[in-house]
């Protein structure tokens, strides 16, 4: 398995509140990814990184900000949470872009 | 622009029977990568299979085979003699060369009764 923990593993959170979703990987990937995952439209990328302080946005990265300032962890932090935000947070690590990306446990947020 | 459709959202067999799972994607490009992940009713997502788009060849692991075909633009995912621990929402993923994404089907999920 690859060595990829998420925490915390489940959040419960108030409208308007900051959260922070923590991924760390022990594989020393250069690639990182964070995806949600949501009833009726399987996993979508919020935004990813190609190394420490190199990230880019997904296709749903509105309301969502991240930060990797060593190889081995990746931040999600909903800075405003909304109840759209209410989801489970998959993170994913790579070797490289054409590589297989492994996951996470997930991360469960309610946001109320 | 990519997509992948998984046009089962719900099966339902029995213990032993043999079951397909369909996915057909959608792409401009000619090099591409297909993915098949598992769900199982814990949640975490377990990799299944990659495939390049350069290789047709079908493939057989245990009761697990997989059948891509250029042609008609599928990937479809069998399970042969199946087995209550097969029950998991199963996905379908396409990532495009150069791509940093991967583009998920939105899942079947597979039900195998004792």
């Known amino acids: 398995d690859a060595g990829i923990t998420q925490s915390p593993r489940h959040k419960v959170t108030e409208t308007g509140t900051p959260v922070t979703l923590r991924c760390h990987q022990t594989e020393n990937h250069r690639y990182m990814y964070w995806y949600r995952q949501d009833p009726g439209h399987g996993l979508r990328l919020i935004h990813y990184s190609y190394g420490v302080k190199d990230t880019d946005k997904g296709e749903v990265s509105d309301g969502y900000s991240v930060s990797r300032s060593k190889t081995e962890d990746f931040l999600l932090t909903l800075e405003s949470a909304t109840s759209s935000q209410t989801s489970v947070y998959f993170c994913?690590?790579?070797?490289?872009?054409?590589?297989?990306?492994?996951f996470g446990p997930g991360t469960r947020l309610l946001v109320l | 622009a990519q997509k992948v459709t998984q046009a089962q959202t719900e099966i339902s067999v029995v213990e032993k029977e043999d079951v397909t799972l369909d996915c057909v994607y959608e792409?401009?490009?000619?090099?591409?990568?297909l993915f098949w992940y598992k769900q199982p009713p814990s949640g975490e997502l377990v990799f299944l299979i990659r495939?390049?788009?350069?290789?047709?060849q079908n493939e057989i692991s245990g009761r697990y085979s997989w059948n891509f075909q250029k042609s008609t633009s599928s990937f479809n995912f069998t399970i042969t003699a199946s087995q209550v621990v097969d029950s998991a929402v199963y996905f379908c993923?396409?990532?495009?060369?150069?791509?940093?994404?991967?583009?998920f089907g939105q899942g079947t999920r597979l039900t195998i009764n004792p």
């Open positions: 495939r390049n788009s350069f290789d047709e």
């Open positions: 994913a690590i790579s070797a490289g872009t054409q590589e297989t990306q492994y």
């Open positions: 792409t401009r490009d000619t090099t591409y990568y």
């Open positions: 993923a396409l990532s495009e060369a150069g791509a940093q994404k991967l583009v």
